[in-house]
Structure formats: C-alpha cells, structure tokens
C-alpha cells in the first residue's frame, strides 16, 4: 500500500506527470521518476492511473524502458500554460475565429472554453483586446480540415515519415511520401513544407490539396532547410512558381521601400534596379488586372 502523503500528492503528480510526457517525445523510466520525486514502482501506478482516465501512454522498450504520450486516447492532456502563453492562446484563437475558414468554428468553441477558465487578473486585457481587435478575412481564403492539420503537426513534432495523396493543380493526384518539417499560413491557406526522398529535394504542398494522410511509424533525421526559415522558403517558392498572370513594374523607389509596403507577404520579388529605383514582378496585382 502506498504511503498516505503518496496518495495525498497524486492529483498533482499526475498533473505534472501529463506535463512532463508532453514535453519530449520519449521520457526513460528512472529519469521521468527523478523529475517527479517519486520512486519507479510510484510511477508505473501514476501511468496506469492515466491509462484508466483514457489517456493514451505508452511504454518503450530499450536498456531502461520509459514511456511517452501516444495518439489514440480520447482524453486531452491538460494544457499548463503560464499568463504570457495564455494571452497569446486567447489572440490566436480569437484571430482564427474571425478569419480562417474550416476551424473558425472550432476556434470559437475553444475561445469560449479558454474564457470561461481565465484567471481574474487576466480577463480585463482579453476583454480590452476583444473591444479593440478585429481580424480581416482573405478573400482567397481556402478551408482546411483542423484534423488534417493536427495530424501532420503531429508527425512533423514526432519526426515521422507522412504519407498521403496530393492533387496537383491540373488536378492530377498520387501517393506521397514525405519527411514533414512545418505549417505555414500565407494568402489564406495552409501550406506543408516537407523534403521528398524520391525527389531528393525540398517540396511544399497545399494542405488542402492533401487526402488519406497517415503516419508511417518511420522516422527520420531532420535535415537543415535550404533558407533561413520555413516563411522565407515558402516566399521565395511563390514568388518563383509559374502563374497565368504576372505584372512587371518599374517603380520609382528603392526596392527596401516597396518590399514594406506591400499588402501581401508572398505577392511575388522586388530586385534594385539602381539606388533609387526597382523592378517589381508581383503575382497578386497580374491576377486583379487580368480579371
């Protein structure tokens, strides 16, 4: 039987147990029991006390055995989120929730939640900023299953090999196998970065574009991306694709200039054209003019 200051401290154990497992991907037994101040035959209770709640742990194999947060359970770890996070949290799902279409309405849902468990000292600044903010929708803005995006969050953050099928813009489709690498949102859809091993090169695909997504259970070894980061490797793949339309300006101001004063992150590249001048090649604008 465990000892009565044991079974005392359990809920908040186990509160900081789902804390930890979310934190790294794999956790060995005796360090995961070290972090908790408990002994291995307490942390093998405390797992399968999680385990009778629906929360998906399992445990791994090798010279020490650990164990890790899996898929499959329907409980969802509790989130330890501290003032900063949560403001950011409440930002995040209030913009989703006025301006992205497909998880706008889970994004409400979630923002109602979130409010409703809002310690006193935090509500006057999501209630000033709910006054103040209001997010202006994309008119080109394509909905994207929230589940899709989860479940290849998932297997970039877990290193695992992505395969799914992807149509192409003539609407041709086949079976991919990719190392997923990171989300980005631009223009008003979700974009995945991710490097092709049949290709030997870096790809970006349309998440909407993306059917039958599953997890291979084969990992892999991140590999550095080929430009400073993923926002930057999505600007420079857009600005270069091929378009039905484009505008080439020249423009009588300096390149820096023009760049700050674009409307959209990714409309196409602006290169000097002198000190006091550029040439502006924008896919946005060859796309309103030729309408």
Same mark, same amino acid.
């Given at each position: 039987?465990?000892?009565?200051? !044991?079974?005392?401290?359990?809920?908040?154990?186990?509160? @900081?147990?789902?804390?930890?497992?979310? /934190? *790294?991907?794999?956790?060995?037994?005796?360090?995961? #029991?070290?972090?908790?101040? /408990?002994? @291995?035959?307490?942390?093998?209770?405390? =797992?399968?006390?999680?385990?009778?709640?629906?929360?998906?742990?399992?445990?791994?194999?090798?010279? $020490?055995?650990?164990?890790?947060?899996?898929?499959?359970?329907?409980?969802?770890?509790?989130?330890?989120? $501290?003032?900063?996070?949560?403001?950011?949290?409440?930002? &995040?799902?209030?913009?989703?929730?006025?301006?992205?279409?497909?998880?706008?309405?889970?994004?409400?849902?979630?923002?109602?939640?979130?409010?409703?468990?809002?310690?006193? *000292? +935090?509500?006057?600044?999501?209630?000033? +900023?709910?006054?103040?903010?209001?997010?202006?929708?994309?008119?080109?803005?394509?909905?994207?299953?929230?589940?899709?995006?989860?479940?290849? #969050?998932?297997? @970039?953050?877990?290193?695992?090999?992505?395969?799914?099928?992807?149509?192409?813009?003539?609407?041709?489709?086949? %079976?991919?196998?990719?190392?997923?690498?990171?989300?980005? !949102?631009?223009?008003?859809?979700?974009?995945?970065?991710?490097?092709?091993?049949?290709?030997?090169?870096? %790809?970006?695909?349309?998440?909407?574009?993306?059917?039958?997504? +599953?997890? !291979?259970?084969?990992?892999?070894?991140?590999?550095?991306?080929?430009?400073?980061?993923? #926002?930057?490797?999505?600007?420079?793949?857009?600005?270069?694709?091929?378009?039905?339309? !484009?505008?080439?300006?020249?423009?009588?101001?300096?390149?820096?200039?023009?760049?700050?004063?674009?409307?959209?992150?990714?409309?196409?590249? =602006?290169?000097?054209?002198?000190?006091?001048?550029?040439?502006?090649?924008?896919? &946005?604008?060859?796309?309103?003019?030729? %309408?």
């Amino acid at each position: 039987m465990e000892p009565t200051s !044991t079974r005392r401290d359990m809920p908040a154990r186990l509160l @900081r147990l789902l804390s930890l497992l979310q /934190t *790294r991907r794999q956790w060995p037994g005796a360090e995961l #029991a070290q972090r908790l101040g /408990t002994s @291995r035959r307490t942390l093998r209770r405390d =797992v399968q006390r999680l385990r009778e709640l629906d929360y998906a742990v399992d445990a791994t194999t090798g010279t $020490d055995g650990g164990y890790r947060l899996a898929r499959g359970g329907r409980a969802v770890p509790p989130l330890l989120l $501290d003032d900063e996070e949560t403001v950011a949290a409440a930002i &995040a799902l209030a913009t989703a929730a006025g301006s992205t279409p497909g998880i706008a309405e889970g994004a409400t849902r979630a923002l109602v939640k979130l409010q409703a468990l809002l310690p006193a *000292r +935090l509500r006057p600044q999501l209630d000033a +900023l709910g006054r103040a903010a209001a997010a202006l929708p994309h008119r080109g803005a394509v909905p994207v299953d929230p589940a899709r995006l989860a479940l290849l #969050a998932g297997c @970039r953050r877990d290193t695992e090999v992505l395969a799914f099928d992807y149509r192409d813009r003539r609407g041709c489709s086949r %079976r991919r196998r990719v190392e997923p690498y990171h989300l980005v !949102t631009a223009q008003g859809r979700w974009y995945l970065i991710a490097y092709d091993p049949d290709r030997a090169d870096w %790809r970006i695909f349309r998440a909407d574009r993306i059917a039958d997504a +599953l997890p !291979t259970r084969r990992g892999f070894t991140p590999r550095p991306l080929p430009a400073e980061n993923p #926002a930057d490797l999505l600007a420079r793949s857009l600005a270069e694709a091929d378009y039905p339309h !484009t505008a080439h300006l020249h423009v009588d101001l300096p390149a820096d200039q023009v760049r700050s004063r674009l409307f959209h992150p990714v409309p196409g590249t =602006v290169t000097p054209d002198g000190e006091h001048r550029c040439r502006a090649r924008l896919t &946005a604008l060859g796309r309103r003019l030729a %309408r």
